[in-house]
């Protein structure tokens, strides 16, 4: 009799089926761990009807934890299984403990069984899952930052045609305003097909630009919804926050209490260094390469924006400067802006500038 027709009759109530999920587009690789043994490994279709079907058929009466890596599939895998009473968790691919020859072997089976084995041996810490409702929210915060950034490679690849063609920009002409459009629009070129391709992406910088402009407008409405207009109207009076960095923390962070410290948020964000200390010796290096990419640029463009207008930020910055370069005294500042906004959000504190 095979295994899997031994198991169905088995009755597993009291033992934990574990399962690591390597996930992809268009299947699934699924390993079974069960009583510190790997049962099965195998692939199916990504479907968690019949990663159900699977379980109650084989393993009847246990309950079942599943995990897998954050990634493209987002979190509406792990919906989906606990919708059916199935314990999902996502965790960071980085926080699965891996040896040193897992790094160098690197395989979809290898993959399901090492998170199947953590999951087992409970070395998984789960990522935060927002609601659906702000995870909407925090799409169309970046899509709008996708849609900044193919404008600024748009206007990039027009500044390039003007290059190659040896048109130098008259310097009366400062940022991308219309009078500077209506100057590109009535270049002399002497080959048609050039003025053809000039024009096409002058078009799409400017459905670009009024597109930008719509999610703008969008972004001010959605700040002002009850789930964020007490604590975004807070935020903004901090020195150095505006709209699309101040609606950006609260999609991204979603919930600032599932931070019991600050340490943990600084963490999460990456602004903590790294450190090599052994015995009385402390080497503290660049900033950890680990964090949040996106709240790590905006909050060093806010700690730009916060040495030129609040006292007390200039003050810290010029200070550091006289020990360390420019590049680490900003992410400093940042840090310390960080912090302002840790205990404004938790505190629900007004925050006053040129306090410390």
Not at 223 to 244: M, N, V, W
Not at 259 to 274: A, I, R, Y
Not at 322 to 331: L, N, S, W, Y
């Amino acid at each position: 009799m095979n295994s899997s027709k031994l198991t169905s009759k088995m009755d597993f109530s009291g033992h934990n089926i574990y399962v690591g999920m390597d996930v992809h587009k268009k299947n699934w690789n699924i390993t079974i761990y069960v009583d510190d043994v790997f049962y099965k490994t195998f692939h199916q279709a990504p479907n968690a009807g019949q990663l159900e079907l699977y379980l109650k058929e084989n393993f009847s009466g246990a309950s079942y934890r599943c995990a897998y890596e954050a990634g493209f599939c987002g979190f509406w895998i792990q919906r989906e299984l606990s919708r059916r009473g199935i314990s999902c968790i996502v965790v960071n691919p980085a926080d699965i403990p891996s040896k040193d020859k897992d790094k160098k072997r690197k395989t979809d089976k290898l993959d399901s069984k090492r998170i199947a084995y953590n999951l087992g041996a409970r070395q998984l810490e789960p990522i935060y899952i927002p609601s659906k409702i702000i995870e909407a929210d925090r799409r169309l915060v970046r899509f709008r930052k996708a849609i900044q950034r193919d404008l600024n490679r748009s206007r990039a690849r027009i500044q390039s045609e003007l290059h190659l063609l040896g048109i130098d920009i008259p310097p009366r002409y400062s940022g991308w305003s219309k009078v500077f459009i209506n100057w590109l629009k009535a270049l002399d070129l002497d080959e048609t097909n050039l003025r053809y391709t000039l024009d096409q992406e002058i078009l799409r910088a400017e459905q670009l630009r009024q597109q930008l402009l719509e999610l703008n407008r969008a972004l001010r409405t959605l700040i002002k919804e009850d789930r964020y207009a007490e604590i975004g109207a807070l935020l903004q009076k901090i020195t150095g926050l505006g709209l699309i960095t101040t609606i950006t923390l609260l999609t991204e962070l979603a919930d600032i209490h599932r931070f019991e410290t600050f340490d943990q948020l600084n963490s999460f964000v990456g602004f903590c260094p790294t450190e090599h200390s052994t015995g009385d010796d402390e080497h503290k290096g660049k900033i950890t390469p680990r964090g949040h990419s996106l709240l790590r640029s905006y909050l060093t463009e806010a700690a730009w924006m916060a040495i030129r207008n609040d006292p007390a930020m200039a003050a810290a910055y010029s200070s550091y400067t006289k020990r360390m370069t420019g590049k680490r005294a900003i992410t400093r500042i940042a840090r310390k802006l960080l912090n302002r906004i840790y205990t404004t959000w938790k505190q629900k504190r007004l925050y006053k500038t040129g306090m410390n």
